[in-house]
């Protein structure tokens, strides 16, 4: 997929991610389109981007509204994610259905209303951001690990269908954005150090203009991932032991 030219819908556009993202395509002379819910935020990515401007909040649905003012897209950036961190049985109520509904439902269902003209064109590229947590699961973050999970999932079984429509995951570990802030508990490790989301922006658009199916972002993350895969019973035991 050539990115010069191509229209492209960015979910979550408004920080991190989203908004590295955002300048990556620009850079790239993508015309964009940058959806979020910090109207403020996505006015400022705009004015940097020369994008368009479809505020939305993907928990209350507005996927079809989103859909229909975006028209019809190249590209589809999935990115938009929530996060909760804490021991299930402490989860406030409603917390776990926003979580499904942001980062999997949603995307789900802009998916399926954004297809069809991908379809009909014969190109397209859908693009997942996941999480490492998706792939291996962590501690007290099993709702957002289950959602990472499930889009994964749905990408992975969208390639066997779509042929001539390019889908790529994303599986980035420790990012340096507000995320952690937000999700209520902050990041206090020291390893592994945060990256910064420009190495993933830029993962994202070599991924799409070079057909990848899948990027880990560092790229090491691939190394436990596949430990996971080929001896899960070693891989807890040295979770457990190393955390």
Avoid: C
């Amino acid at each position: 997929m050539r990115l010069a030219g191509a229209r492209v819908l960015v979910t979550g556009a408004s920080s991190g991610i989203g908004t590295a993202i955002a300048l990556e395509l620009w850079a790239r002379r993508a015309r964009l389109v940058l959806s979020g819910r910090d109207r403020e935020a996505l006015a400022a990515v705009a004015a940097r981007t020369g994008g368009e401007v479809v505020p939305a909040d993907l928990a209350q649905d507005g996927t079809e509204e989103l859909a229909a003012r975006a028209g019809p897209v190249d590209v589809l950036v999935a990115n938009a994610g929530e996060g909760w961190s804490g021991p299930l049985t402490r989860m406030p109520g409603g917390t776990a259905e926003r979580l499904i509904a942001v980062n999997l439902t949603a995307h789900v269902r802009l998916t399926r209303l954004l297809l069809p003209a991908m379809i009909e064109r014969g190109r397209g590229h859908l693009v997942y951001v996941a999480s490492i947590a998706g792939v291996v699961g962590v501690p007290e973050e099993a709702v957002y690990a289950a959602t990472k999970a499930g889009l994964l999932a749905f990408a992975e079984s969208l390639r066997y269908e779509l042929p001539g429509i390019g889908v790529t995951t994303v599986v980035p570990g420790v990012v340096d954005t507000p995320f952690f802030a937000r999700r209520g508990t902050p990041y206090a490790r020291r390893r592994p150090a945060p990256v910064p989301p420009e190495r993933v922006a830029r993962a994202v658009a070599v991924a799409v203009e070079r057909g990848r199916a899948e990027v880990y972002m560092p790229a090491w993350l691939r190394l436990p991932a596949r430990l996971h895969g080929a001896a899960p019973g070693p891989f807890r035991a040295l979770a457990r032991r190393f955390g």
